[in-house]
């Protein structure tokens, strides 16, 4: 694709689709602050162990996708996603304050899980709000965008730990952490639009669950939802790409060199494979993330060859850049779109049983096995995916022409 057609394709893409973008940056930078340095506070400082550890993580990561569901029928509900998202990015801000004044393991399982709630309330009125204000020539370039600078916040903040952070003060680099939070929130209340639609009166009048619009959902949305939650089984928590970095040898401020690679392939991957799946179409690119989640599972085992091992992170976030935004993006494809914020609801409430039992499972497979037995069984789980996907993966027209 030549410069002209991508200057044109950027300014086509709708303001609000920047602006959520930004908010996802400005969260994402400061999350992965927290995200690197938690798992080390309270597994070298507090002394929780690896069971403890990735039974709470489990918990705080399922009920972030739990919470998807409510946030999603609420915005279909409201007819708008902007309430629901100023309450949640709210939320986010206050939480990462509770960080830097915990005095005990439990203030900050107390904080990750109100942290993790406000991620649930976000993540389905964010990608439905995508979904209302995308052009259907551009939805994958749309949620490869906001996929893209939500990694830019990521390998931003990945990198500021790396440069400032020196392995000491765990305590002001949480203070730090809470800083873009509330510069999110301000954007989020300037910049960010809900698409004004009129609303018919019997829509308006809907109750806030009815269980029976659910029939209305598409065979081709329950397709991609269950191969979805099959695929979520292999994703575990990334404190356990962490651990194993120390384990390769990985320490201090260098451990955020983790998630800079991680994060600057997801950066490289998502738009391109976003705008590709427009022309091309979806499937074979899901697929071909499954394909990459087995390859870097294998060389993450690598736990005593540095290259190799960050060779397998950098792959990792190869297909978190595929297969996150390609999901979604099916996701609204295939569902009603009076409908879109509850089937994104669903869509992660069944991925967040598959992550808490992924990651409940990984941390007891870690202290009975090894580090290595997680990584082969999630390589397992992203083979069984792909052999579904082959099988059942629906085959509905999702080129589009522009």
Request: glycine letters at 8%; charged letters at 10%; hydrophobic letters at 55%.
């Amino acid at each position: 694709m030549h410069q002209a057609s991508k200057l044109s394709i950027f300014r086509i893409i709708p303001k609000t689709v920047w602006a959520v973008g930004c908010v996802t940056l400005l969260v994402n930078g400061s999350t992965i602050i927290v995200f690197s340095l938690a798992p080390l506070y309270l597994t070298s400082v507090l002394g929780v162990s690896l069971i403890y550890l990735g039974t709470i993580e489990g918990v705080v990561e399922a009920t972030s996708w739990f919470t998807r569901i409510f946030s999603g029928v609420l915005s279909d509900y409201l007819h708008r996603r902007k309430p629901v998202l100023i309450v949640a990015y709210s939320l986010a801000a206050c939480s990462r304050f509770i960080f830097p004044l915990a005095p005990t393991a439990n203030w900050i399982f107390l904080a990750r899980f109100l942290e993790r709630i406000s991620n649930g309330l976000q993540a389905t009125p964010r990608e439905a709000l995508i979904g209302d204000v995308a052009p259907v020539a551009l939805k994958g370039a749309c949620y490869g965008l906001r996929q893209t600078l939500g990694t830019v916040g990521s390998f931003a903040g990945a990198l500021a730990l790396w440069y400032f952070w020196k392995g000491q003060d765990y305590k002001l680099a949480f203070w730090y952490a809470g800083i873009p939070t509330l510069l999110a929130v301000v954007v989020l209340f300037i910049f960010v639009q809900d698409r004004i639609k009129d609303i018919p009166e019997e829509k308006a009048k809907r109750k806030l669950i009815n269980f029976k619009e659910v029939k209305n959902l598409t065979l081709n949305y329950w397709q991609v939802v269950i191969i979805a939650t099959l695929f979520m089984f292999s994703n575990y928590s990334g404190m356990f790409i962490i651990l194993q970095g120390q384990r390769v040898g990985l320490c201090g401020s260098n451990i955020s060199l983790v998630m800079v690679f991680q994060n600057i392939m997801t950066f490289l991957a998502a738009f391109p494979i976003g705008w590709l799946s427009d022309r091309i179409g979806r499937n074979a690119l899901l697929m071909f993330g499954f394909i990459l989640v087995i390859i870097s599972n294998l060389l993450m085992t690598a736990d005593t060859i540095l290259s190799v091992y960050l060779s397998g992170v950098m792959i990792w976030g190869v297909q978190m850049g595929i297969t996150q935004s390609l999901f979604v993006t099916k996701v609204a494809d295939t569902a009603p779109e009076a409908l879109r914020g509850t089937a994104f609801g669903i869509y992660y409430l069944l991925s967040g049983i598959a992550v808490f039992i992924c990651n409940a499972v990984s941390g007891q497979i870690a202290q009975a096995y090894s580090h290595n037995a997680v990584f082969y069984t999630s390589a397992g789980m992203a083979l069984m995916a792909f052999i579904a996907s082959l099988i059942w993966m629906p085959v509905h027209q999702d080129k589009r022409k522009f």
